[in-house]
Each structure stands twice: as structure tokens, then as C-alpha cells.
């Protein structure tokens, strides 16, 4: 809720009176995302993450994501999918700081012996980020700060990421 209200007061602060009045808004959208492909001894995943950013500023983007993912393992299937809220702030325009709040519907089911466990639920992460870059692509690291051991699909809270948009 307090980033819903931060994106919301920085958006008008940096619509009304930092973009010039005749500024095309579609001229300020870029498109791109994040795609996944791992195999494995027997395991199989993969991810698709597209997203578009307005970049308000030259220093400051705020984008909406969609996120649809799915693994299968030996004695387990996942299937996620949501959506995500993003910033991305350049102090220099080399270094790009990010925020991104995710909400994943997960399904995951568990062979076990004696029947199998399936579970539905939401997933939240909220990922906070470094990274290097240049204008369209940027490689860094981030961190889930909600991680949960037990309920994340990600395996660790620290990941690595490469950022493209056109």
C-alpha cells in the first residue's frame, strides 16, 4: 500500500511538472521483460516475464509486469503466474537502483509417498536492486526482501538479473 502510494504521488509529481506539456506519452514506453529456459537431470522450467516502463524522467521509470512460470522436477510440478509493480531510479546514468513488488497465484503440486499434497496460494515478493548499465540493457543483482524459504518459487532471496527494453 505505501508504494502504491509512493508510485502514485511520484507519477503526478513528475507528470505535472517535470515532462514538458506537448510530450508524447507513447514516445516514453519501453517494452521488454525477462525469459527463461532451464534443464536438468530430470527437471525442466521456464519463465516469461514481459513489462513496460514509462520512464517519467530521465532519472526516474515506472512500469507494470506480467509474470507466468512453470517447473517440473522429479516428484513435483509448479505452475505460477501475477503480475508486478516496478521503479527503476538512475542517479547517474550508469547505475540504475530498482524496486519491484510481485504477487505470484502459485499451484504447486507434490508426489509423496502414500498421495500427493497440491497447494494454491499467493506469493508476494518485493525485490530491491543495484545494477550497470546503459540505456536499454542493465545487469545487476537484487534481493527479495520477503523471501520465504518454504513458499517462494525462487531458491534463494539474492538473484542475479539482465534488464532489456526497446
Known amino acids: 500500500m505505501v508504494l502504491c502510494v509512493f508510485f502514485t504521488a511520484f507519477w503526478n509529481l513528475s507528470y505535472s511538472q517535470l515532462t514538458p506539456r506537448n510530450s508524447n506519452f507513447w514516445n516514453q514506453v519501453y517494452f521488454g521483460g525477462n525469459l527463461g529456459l532451464g ?8 519463465s516469461i516475464s514481459p513489462s513496460a516502463i514509462y520512464q517519467a524522467t530521465a532519472q526516474f521509470g515506472v512500469g507494470l509486469g506480467i509474470n507466468l512460470n512453470y517447473a517440473k522436477f522429479r516428484n513435483a510440478k509448479l505452475a505460477a503466474y501475477g503480475g508486478s509493480v516496478l521503479s ?3 542517479p547517474i ?3 540504475q537502483l530498482s524496486a ?4 505470484l497465484r502459485v499451484y504447486r503440486e507434490l508426489e509423496l509417498e502414500g498421495g500427493n499434497l497440491d497447494e494454491s496460494y499467493w506469493s508476494p515478493a518485493l525485490f530491491m536492486g543495484i545494477g550497470y548499465g546503459n540505456r536499454n540493457v542493465t545487469v545487476g543483482i537484487r534481493y527479495n526482501v520477503l523471501h520465504d524459504q ?6 534463494d532471496a539474492f538473484m542475479p538479473f539482465v534488464r532489456v527494453y526497446f
Not at 534443464?39 to 521456464?46: E, I, L
Open 39 to 46: 534443464f536438468g537431470n530430470n527437471s525442466f522450467n521456464a
Open 100 to 103: 519491484e513488488l510481485e504477487q
Open 150 to 155: 518454504q513458499k517462494s518459487i525462487y531458491a
Open 93 to 95: 546514468p550508469a547505475l
Open 88 to 90: 527503476l531510479f538512475n
